[in-house]
């Protein structure tokens, strides 16, 4: 409990300056930063989001492109181009509502499954929702996509920027309570969980849920961007493999670890492109395949090891000295 | 009075017949034991009880209530809690946390974890390992990953606890200590059900023994009328 306390206050300081940095930014910030920073939120909330549930228990999902892309086309059926039928706030509160409820649905049913057959199913549901929505549109609206009302970029930055607050204190409060212990105990014997009087498998529906909830909103608000959204868009399968890698990435172990996985990971992706368009996926391939090699426990990791050995070869000097 | 008993409780694998129409019951405040061959069933009849695996057919009645059908943490709130052969602890978890997760969710009735934690630390201190409370789980030796089963397994506030062969793998002093540690617990009122390899141990802590082969009860008894039954002499030596 020590502990927890103190690394809260910790990070609470450099946690309230990067908001204020981040809140004022329109007024200072060049449109292009407003833009970069937005994708970037959205980077990372589809990574923490999927580390809430697959981080803990271990159950990898792939799910995250289906529920993202829910989010996006309920904001595309309530705010079309002709006419918005709702506030914008309410529109993303119901996107991470439906998707959140459409997690729920899936997770009660599919989350017997372990290992590579969950992987395998929810990269499917992706698959299937998009299938359908196609079909959809090919044979009853016929029609090809949908335009979405157009959002000035500072609203859909904040609305993004309060989307992120809420999930890191959501994420925080999981981690303090009861409900994250029994969450993390899944993760490392479920039977025994179980055992212990652990209903196993609401905890796992509940925090399916949880994290659908954010991707669900994230992408609401994502589709006010786009403008044009189809189901290519909206269900893009790399959705679903982009937050697994971020978090990889940044490593695990730690609540900044996904927050600075993704941050790095899209700045990256974004210059990459812009200063290497022909050899920007090779270079971020190799990245990929070198961060995977040499930092076990990503970005995060790294820097804590070398924490670790600066204060040792300090001491050390230190004791050289005296 | 039978806190626990069984009617008819089967449980086939493919073909095989892992538990084969056992009756058997537990009688309140009891220590009772369940011996038999490698592969005999002893466990699956355990993984029956604890709802891991559902009889069919057969029925389990817990405190006179019909418990099968029920999930696993509903049969633990119930009371009924248990350990496992292979040890099944949260390894990267320190052996507090551990007992913790027995307090708080182990009981229907729900608890504050200022209460939960005071709990936790108590039985630390009933198995002996207060000392280690902030280590990681996974850190300890075999010995005291059987304690920490065992501690979370009471923090679930049991009347019945179930033990999966206890004993096997530590050396005689700590087979000592561990017939004493059941003692002990007996002697807070809880009944145990515990299955055994090692015999000096079960003959003197049990006060009635089931004997399963092939999945089928063969014997019953006090360790006196087991020791000397021709059928389960038979069943372990040979004919």
Known sequence: MDITALTSRRFLVPGLITLTVLATLPLYGSLYTVILITTILMYIILAVSWVIFSGPTGYMSLASAAFFGVGIYTAAVLMPNTGQLLPLPVVVAIAGLISGLLAVLVGALTLRLRGIYFAIFTFGLVEIIKQVLLYWEFEVTHTRGRFVVLVDNDTVFYIMLGIFVALMLTVYFIRRSKFGLALQSIGENEEAAAHTGINVTMVKVITFGISAIFMGAAGAIMATRWTYIDPYIAFNPLFSFMPVLMAIFGGMGQLYGPVIGAAIFAYLQETLQTTFPYYYMLIFGIVLVVAILYLPNGIVGLIQKLIQRWRKGGSAEQNANT | ?239
């Open chain 2, 1 to 239: 009075m039978q806190i626990l008993e069984g009617e008819g409780v089967t449980k086939y694998f493919g073909g095989l017949a892992a538990v084969s129409k056992v009756d058997f019951h537990v009688d309140q405040g009891e220590i009772a034991g369940l011996i038999g061959p490698n592969g005999a069933g002893k466990t699956t009849l355990f993984n029956l009880i604890s709802a891991a695996l559902v009889p069919k057919p057969g029925t389990i009645r817990f405190k006179g209530e019909k418990i099968t059908g029920l999930k696993p943490h509903k049969i633990c709130r119930l009371g009924l809690a248990r350990t496992f052969q292979e040890v099944k602890i949260f390894s990267n978890m320190t052996v507090l946390e551990n007992v913790l997760l027995g307090s708080l969710f182990g009981c229907s009735t729900g608890m504050s974890s200022a209460d939960a934690s005071r709990e936790a630390e108590e039985l630390l201190e009933f198995v002996g390992l207060s000392a280690v409370r902030t280590t990681p789980a996974k850190d300890l030796t075999l010995v005291n990953q059987k304690r920490i089963e065992v501690a979370r397994a009471l923090a679930t506030k049991p009347e019945l606890l179930m033990l999966d062969e206890l004993m096997a793998g530590l050396n005689p002093a700590e087979v000592a200590q561990a017939m004493e540690l059941v003692t002990r617990i007996r002697d807070k009122g809880i009944t145990i059900f515990m299955i055994e390899h090692v015999m000096k141990a079960i003959m003197s802590v049990c006060d009635r023994i089931m004997v399963l082969h092939h999945g089928e009860k063969i014997a019953e008894g006090t360790p006196q009328e087991i020791a000397i039954s021709k059928k389960v002499v038979e069943v372990y030596l040979g004919e």
